[in-house]
């Protein structure tokens, strides 16, 4: 049995897989997402007010917690157009799920 944070890896990992709609996601967009569904988790302080976490951050939290980030994922940005950028797929998510498992 996975013993569950509040806080910890495995919540993370359940977030994520909550909100990656697609097989692939830029790290901009889980992050917007996991901002947008739990904004008291997954936001800072910004000048204009909360604001989610930067893709990098939430990159290394991801890499922290077993998934592999790729450099290059062909996906929905931000605005909707499909473009490269940081992300994960959720083959990866759910992998470093069944690792915690």
Request: no cysteine.
């Amino acid at each position: 049995m996975v013993e569950v944070d509040d806080h910890g890896p495995v919540v993370l990992l359940g977030h994520a897989l909550e909100v990656a709609r697609d097989d692939k996601v830029h790290l901009a967009v889980l992050a917007a997402r996991l901002a947008e569904t739990w904004p008291g988790r997954y936001t800072l302080d910004g000048p204009d007010g909360p604001a989610p976490w930067a893709a990098q951050q939430l990159g290394a939290h991801l890499r922290a917690a077993g998934v592999q980030v790729d450099d290059q994922v062909w996906a929905p940005g931000i605005r909707g157009k499909p473009t490269n950028a940081v992300g994960v797929t959720r083959d990866a998510l759910r992998e470093a799920v069944a690792a915690r498992a």
